[in-house]
């Protein structure tokens, strides 16, 4: 197992994530806890001692299942990461009586690694919002030993993630984001690693195959992937995580022990991509969503001739995601925190915006399906 220094620790570079544990009968709420235990020992004896849950996964049973499996092993020999759940602002007043449960679920009586899960356009408000006491909170828990390193997971925009480390960036000890070879561009992943390394925050990565997306291609791109290295498909994926030097734990939520032990027998090694090696994989990401996407600039100036005053570009952002993913979570949860007289459903299609678009889209009908792919 490749292992990265945080700290004084040495963190195993492929954490096990448990969002995605195998289930019985295809329903997310009942883990199977057999076949989630005999993954773990696997893990545990192969050398994995990152192990990351939270809140909400497996409608809110992963915590209980993953703290009754490693209670059976001595506290000293893995690192448990959890998340205060404020990707949903029900919680957001909740953070005491969350954490304090997370604890009893989980059957420890501290966190080695905890998050601010997901920061994004629904809830950066809040979360900044010192009347909610979430930040005071945690660092008291940190401060009592609780929390031994405090960080926090973004799906956000880059917009958000400034926002959230402008008031909190001295604080972070992590960053973990969604970071892969299509996303690097495409999501800014670039960018946002940038960002963190702006303020010396060291990354962690989540969804580093995008889903699975990135597991297999088609036989023409896998074909020539051969011609450099003979290595499968889903160690591209990984290889590409382990050229970026700012990356200490990629997490990984493997749903099967045949899964576990292929990203095992991958992080044996750290083998890094040439840089023509990279740019396959990036010229790959480009073919792969310009099929789908609106060509939009961000020029602007089909804003200044909205009568409605939509930010039309980032609303194209969105579309260009939602439409390329097939739906997802990421462009209805942005939408939440977009006023509904600044949405897609509140043009008029009066087409003023196409009349000066330099690439020639018509908005009009993007905004059209967009309304009913959001529903």
């Given at each position: 197992m490749v292992y990265k220094e945080f700290q004084g620790k040495k963190l195993s570079a492929l954490g096990l994530g448990t969002m995605r544990l195998p289930v019985i009968d295809g329903n997310d709420s009942a883990i199977d806890v057999k076949a989630a235990e005999e993954m773990v020992a696997y893990a545990m004896e192969a050398g994995i001692n990152y192990y990351d849950t939270a809140w909400g996964y497996h409608n809110g049973n992963s915590e209980l299942v993953m703290g009754d499996i490693l209670s059976k092993y001595p506290r000293e020999s893995f690192y448990l990461a959890s998340k205060f759940p404020g990707y949903d602002l029900a919680n957001i007043g909740k953070v005491e009586e969350i954490f304090e449960k997370q604890l009893e679920k989980c059957k420890v009586e501290y966190f080695d690694f905890y998050l601010f899960h997901n920061v994004c356009e629904?809830?950066?408000?809040?979360?900044?919002?010192?009347?909610?006491?979430?930040?005071?909170?945690?660092?008291?828990?940190?401060?009592?030993?609780?929390?031994?390193?405090?960080?926090?997971?973004?799906?956000?925009?880059?917009?958000?993630?400034?926002?959230?480390?402008?008031?909190?960036?001295?604080?972070?000890?992590?960053?973990?984001?969604?970071?892969?070879?299509?996303?690097?561009?495409?999501?800014?992943?670039?960018?946002?690693?940038?960002?963190?390394?702006?303020?010396?925050?060291?990354?962690?990565?989540?969804?580093?195959?995008?889903?699975?997306?990135?597991?297999?291609?088609?036989?023409?791109?896998?074909?020539?992937?051969?011609?450099?290295?003979?290595?499968?498909?889903v160690a591209w994926a990984f290889r590409f995580l382990q050229t970026i030097p700012e990356i200490t734990v990629t997490l990984s939520g493997m749903s099967n022990f045949e899964q576990l032990r292929e990203n095992i027998e991958i992080y044996k090694e750290d083998k890094p991509l040439a840089e023509k090696e990279m740019n396959v994989l990036l010229g790959f990401a480009d073919e792969m969503t310009k099929k789908t996407m609106l060509p939009c600039t961000a020029c602007k100036y089909c804003i200044t001739h909205c009568p409605k005053g939509i930010n039309i570009p980032h609303l194209i952002e969105l579309y260009n995601e939602h439409i390329f993913t097939g739906g997802g979570f990421i462009a209805p949860m942005a939408m939440g925190a977009i006023p509904k007289e600044k949405q897609p459903s509140a043009c008029v299609g009066c087409r003023s915006c196409e009349q000066v678009c330099p690439q020639q889209i018509k908005i009009s009908e993007m905004m059209k399906d967009f309304t009913e792919k959001l529903g």
């Open positions: 629904l809830n950066i408000d809040a979360y900044l919002n010192e009347e909610y006491g979430i930040y005071d909170y945690l660092m008291k828990q940190k401060k009592n030993g609780r929390i031994k390193h405090l960080g926090f997971s973004a799906h956000g925009s880059l917009e958000v993630m400034e926002r959230f480390l402008n008031a909190y960036g001295k604080d972070m000890e992590f960053g973990q984001i969604q970071i892969n070879w299509l996303d690097y561009e495409f999501q800014k992943a670039k960018e946002k690693v940038d960002l963190l390394n702006k303020y010396q925050i060291p990354v962690w990565v989540m969804e580093p195959l995008r889903g699975g997306k990135l597991a297999a291609l088609d036989k023409e791109k896998e074909d020539i992937l051969k011609q450099y290295r003979d290595e499968k498909t």
